[in-house]
């Protein structure tokens, strides 16, 4: 497949500019073609020929002299006057005089000039004394006599007698037969022929022959081409035209609105009026003849004028729940301006209306500029997605959001589990993903860095607590980690509670909300964390430091803010303390560590109240006073109220530590007491007094056992299983969305669901709709108003899929018996009628509970869906009622708001609204029309076989269309990449290519006159109805490449540089692109620009002084502000496919068009 040989058949299409057949006017020939003015003209010559009889009867002259004396007479002299061709035959002249061989022959062409100049000089002069003197048309054509005929006049009259005394004018007294004018003789003109009451300008010398031209032939040809005689002979005829002009509309003054006619003259112009009924009917000789053939012989007939619609939005009577509307039911669409008859349009089919409304519009995109971000719009019909007022003209908005504007969604997931019930301490927070074996989509991330990329939310005692989620991934990227800590200062995490946090979260567990941070450079795409299915989450707690516990002994409650005896006042060995805490005990834990400050003897047994009875949990020691926890372990039930006391009825959630010594028993102190009195020693003393000496141990103080301080750290976790059914409800892994949140858990009923990390988002874009005061099986009409042509042409219709939200957040595709999308893919305005599958639900949470919600879908090109103005419920559509007999027709556009009333009265609806103009109405069939449409017909067959089929069948099928080009074995094919690449060497493909009617049409830029794809798929349906099945058919937007130009330009002193600069651009525009301002030129395709061309063009402003360094650069294909493919600094520009249109450079991202440097400071 050649694809880079250009097709050889080289044309322009079809526009509606060229394509009637000129001989299929009415007016093409007319049997009679004369004016009112030749009437006039035509009966003076002929009154030379009649005699005039005097009132005695005898031959006294002719009738000239009465047929020429009125005004209209003079006027019409003047307005035929046709300096057209007068400088046609001033051309003519010159070219002879330029061959002539001899200097008689150059001498009497160049004569013949003088003869025209002054035979119109005293034309003019005649007719002008003529004029009534009274007459106020005098002082008009005496006023442009004096600006513009007098002074080139005096110029010519003294280059004539120059002329003459330098012999180059010719004496003989000969005419040109070939003049457009019967002349005179130039010898026989004077300055005085042109009436005593001008007061003549002095004449001009300008014009001196050099004295080396000796040969009155090169003479001549030296004056002709000389500018100053060319500028006087120029001013005349343009004076000429200027007073054929104003003797126009003179003219037409008089026949209409002259009350000072002769008599005898009002009569003959009265006959040439009523003339004029005769001529008209003789002038509809083509006609009849077009009828006779078309009508009468083939039968043909006009297509009758097709009925115009529109769309009614209504409201019930607060009182009434619905109401049926019967097709049929007529409303007043006001008079029609024409015929001032009432209109009156009647319902389509039957409409039940009901209560239901549209309460919330919320989009979501996947937007690829730099990267995959998933964006959102919390108020879709907003200008930012955000709420922010819509600035366009006709209110309209983007249906996925505008990627511009709208703002990275806020989105991930959340772990609702009461490990994360942490009031106090250093807490770490592990959340382990572990995905299905084999992905590799997270190898990559292990390298990046750890923070940044998620933030994370707590529920937090006052608010939610923000902390930044640090987050890895093994070396073989199946597991990705995230890492939260709390520090000492940071506060209590408690269960979701509503009046603080806010979010309608239905849980009664504390709550991580772990965010994807899409403003990172070093953010994941958002599809990468969709990619692969999760098996499990794993939650891991630890936590150092908690004094928040419930002490007690076998003697009561312990007051740990103060040093406290854990085991009581002499507790002996197997004494119990009692450690209590909602807080761990709720959870699985897996590790112990006490802190209590010093070393006591306990005997490292850990037993735990389960159901009343104490069970050993320790495990194994790891380190001091650190232990793993045994399987014995039962985590209590949830409870996230205070600490209470160890009662006789506590079935859970305490711990005990026995102590393994009697060494603070009372006995151990009263035995050592006891020994200590059995070791007294009595002796008598040996001095003279009788003295006893008593010897005692020393008695020591009751032990006690008493600790400073007492902390608990631990360790726990909890897994949630996803790829089995989770039995515990504790442990709850949920899905963010933008709108809202679900969980995400195994469906035993669909048990090959995958779960991802976040929410999966398989469309590039989608519409939530959110509907209230409505029920299931309750059918609503939705009003979908587009705004048109605003999809992006150059993408192809991408199809549309309605969703609505069942029970369990799952979203179910519309069966096609619930919904009927009038809408074409969203790219035309419509009525959706939607039925409410009895399924739907009002009670989810992925997006705001309370309302139904469908959700309209697109897979990718979000921008090739048309944006939106309005969607709203309870819609009707009506039809215009035509009736011949009373000659009621569609004849224009009804304006948005005229349908208010039915016409008959309705009590159960209490507003009627027609929110836009109606549509889809075609007038009747003019004559004109018919016989271009007949030709056509009768030519191609209806059939497309030719180019030239395809043209017209087209244009006649599709007013909207300006011009068609058809493209003969030429198509698109895929590319690798997935672009399309068009191909002019592809047999069996036909590529036709549209441009649309851009004329008052606000929603079509002129520079780019893109079809929209609406039009272009309906298009494409008409065609393949009318050609060969083996056709394969291309309805394309054409290719706009653009031209761009770089240089410097130097503007004349004084003037406001930044202001003509924007001027060039604006005149640059204009010249490359002729079509957006002038609606007489059409767009054609083809041509070239030549770079010497458009650099005269700039150098011929009037502000420019000088240009260097000028370079013309052809932009072939671009993708935003990145050229593709372009050719620099080029002498020509030539489009390089069949489907190219040449046009100006302007870039919509960066608002550069031409590259203007000035002043100019280059050294070219």
Known sequence: MACNEKNPLEREGTSILNRMLSALATSFVKPDEREAADMVLFMRRYSAYLNYYNSSNVLDGDWEPLMKMDISVTLAVLMRLDAHKCSDYKKLVYKKIRISGTDTEAQKQFTYIFDLSFSLLKIVAEQYHLLPETSEFKQEIETIIKSKVLLPAVNLKKLFDDFKTNDLINNTLITDSESPINTIQSNSFNLSDLGAEWTLPTAIQGLTIPASLTVPRSKIIYIINHNFFNAQVEALLKAISTLAEKAHILFDTTLDNFPSHTPHYALVLSFIKLFGFAQNELNKYTQHHLDFYYKDVLQLTNKKAIADSAHLLMELQKPVPKYLLTAGTLFRGGKDKTTGKELSYALSQDVVLNKAKVEK?????????TKEILAASSIANSEDGQGAKLTSIDNSWFTFGDPEKISPAVTGFAIATNLLFLNEGTRTITITVNFVAGTNSFVGASTLPIGGLFTGKLSGLKDWHNTDAQVQANSAGNTLTFLLTLSPDDPAIIPYTESIHKENIETDLPVLKIYLNQSSAFSFPYRLLTNDQISSIKVEVEVNGVRNLELSSETGTIDAAKPFKPYGEFPVSGASFY????????????????????????SGEIEYLRQGKWIDIRGNSLGTDTYTINSNFVAAKKDFTQN?????????GFIRLLLASNEYSKSTYLSNVKAQIDNTTISQSTTSATTYEITTGEIASPPELTLPSFSISYKAFASIPLSSVNTNSNHHFLHLTPFGYYEAAFDPLSPSK??????????????????????PEEVVNLLLQVADGSSNPLKNEETITWYY???????KEFESKYIIDRTHNLTQSGIV????????SNENTALQKGLYWLKVTVKQNPDAVCKLILVQAQAALVQLVQNE?????????LPAGTISKPVTGISEIKNITQPFDSFGGRTRETDEHFYTRVSERLRHKQRGITIWDYEHIVLEAFPQISKVK?????????AGDGSEVFCENYPGHVSVITIPDFRNKSGINPLRPYTPIGTIINIDEYLHKLISPFVKLHVKNPQFEEVQFEFSVTFHEHLDEGFYRQMLEKEIERNLTPWAFDSTKEVTFGGKIIKSAVLNFIEERAYVDFVTCFKMHHIITRNGATHITEKRDVEVAVPSTARSLLVSYYNEITKIKHLINSPATCEC
């Open 644 to 652: 209470e006391p160890l009662t006789a009825t506590t079935l859970e």
């Open 361 to 369: 519009l919320q989009s979501i995109q996947i937007t690829n500029d």
């Open 754 to 775: 995958k779960i991802s990390l976040v929410t999966e988002m398989p469309n590039d874009g989608e519409l939530y709709v959110g509907l209230n005061n409505t029920e």
């Open 833 to 840: 009628t939607v039925t409410l599958p009895i399924d739907i």
């Open 885 to 893: 007999t009373k000659q009621i027709e569609f004849s224009q556009i």
């Open 805 to 811: 939200l069942s029970k369990g957040n799952l979203w």
């Open 579 to 602: 450690i209590g805490s909602k807080e761990i005990f709720q959870k699985s834990i897996n590790e112990l560590r006490f802190e209590f400050g010093e070393t006591i003897p306990y």
């Open 966 to 974: 058809c493209i003969n074995h030429a198509g698109f094919y895929t």
